[in-house]
């Protein structure tokens, strides 16, 4: 796992630091892809990984996937991620998080820290007992950015949703819309509830199967088992789980209009994005339409470390930018040939330098 630098997902990681506490039984790698905005900063994933090297892969692919969402939301921010590596019964101390706590505030705020997969704001406070650097705490007072970014999140994909709707089907509004959501925890059922207040035809599938089935019937809409969700004929297929999911596979038995959902690294590899655009579905690149948790994140911390008070309204000043973000990103892939990915990329990477 030393030789990170041999993986296919290195970019030329500022730092990569791999974490043991043999006392609290904490292994962890925190991958800084780049500071040059400002300091890394992206959540910390609690996962049960099959193999090392899987982690390794994880860490590196997620944190230049914020270095891309933080520039390309306008915030002062570099990215960076971490992992912690959990056993199988995914087992979670005091101890464990206040070891890396400790590897956090080593870094000396090269690194800032929120929540992610398997980690929750109650973790976040506790890791904030040992660090700084440390944001998705609790709100502080009435108007203040701050919590769990899972609604912002949310937010952020419904509006991008609505701006692909309109952009490929040239509807002003998802009413009628066939939306087929993969995943219904905090961020896709988030999206699900609020696609249904407008009137949206879902569809809903999620690992833990009971949740989905509730949540479908709660909101009037149908469930499908996981394996089934990806090829459901629909207008919109909405990824909100974990990444790498558009492969060969994935891509081919798609039967809709547009992908846009919450999932990071949602393409396998790089020429997955070339393969989804020549089928002609639209695409919303991730770290554009998913930058809602982020922004929140971003502005709580600025306001805690610099003293300034943006707050709640500069969170949703932010996240209402997303839609328009999304158009220019399409505008240029039509006008250029280029899948939407990698025009996302070219601009991220004109931002951070790369």
């Known amino acids: 796992m030393t030789a990170f630098w041999t993986e296919a997902d290195y970019d030329d990681h500022e730092l990569v630091q791999l974490v043991r506490d043999a006392k609290s ?38 944190s230049r996937g914020m270095s891309y969402k933080n520039a390309m939301a306008g915030l002062p921010m570099g990215g960076g991620k971490a992992v912690i590596l959990a056993d199988e019964a995914r087992t979670k101390t005091p101890e464990l998080l206040a070891a890396f706590g400790d590897a956090v505030e080593g870094l000396g705020g090269k690194y800032v820290t929120a929540e992610d997969v398997g980690i929750t704001e109650a973790d976040m406070v506790a890791v904030s007992e040992r660090t700084r650097f440390v944001s998705g705490l609790p709100v502080e007072g009435e108007g203040s950015a701050g919590g769990d970014p899972g609604p912002f999140t949310a937010m952020g994909i419904y509006l991008g949703i609505k701006a692909a709707v309109k952009h490929k089907l040239g509807k002003d509004s998802v009413e009628g819309v066939h939306i087929a959501v993969q995943g219904t925890g905090s961020v896709g059922g988030g999206v699900a509830r609020l696609l249904a207040k407008d009137g949206a035809q ?19 809409g149908e469930f499908v088992a996981p394996d089934a969700i990806m090829s ?42 070339a393969m989804l655009s020549e089928r002609g579905i639209l695409y919303a690149p991730d770290y554009v ?26 969170v949703r000043k932010r996240i209402a930018q997303i839609p328009a973000r999304l158009t220019q990103i399409w505008q240029e892939s039509e006008a250029t040939g280029v899948s939407s990915d990698v025009v996302a990329d070219r601009m991220a990477q004109k931002l951070i330098g790369r």
């Open 232 to 273: 459901t004929a629909c207008d919109v297929f909405s990824p909100n789980a974990l990444g790498a999911i558009l492969d060969d596979e994935g891509i081919a038995c798609l039967d809709c209009a547009i992908v846009a959902g919450g999932a990071n690294n949602q393409f396998a590899r790089a020429k997955h994005g």
């Open 289 to 314: 339409i998913n930058a809602g948790g982020i922004i929140s994140v971003a502005q709580e911390y600025l306001d805690r470390q610099q003293g300034e008070k943006g707050g709640i309204n500069e």
């Open 202 to 220: 879902l569809t809903l599938s999620d690992i833990n199967e009971e949740r989905a089935q509730a949540m479908a019937r709660d909101l009037g």
């Open 25 to 62: 039984g904490l292994t962890a790698i925190i991958a800084i892809h780049s500071t040059h905005l400002g300091p890394g900063a992206g959540g910390t994933r609690f996962w049960h990984y099959s193999e090392p090297k899987a982690a390794m892969r994880d860490a590196l692919r997620l």
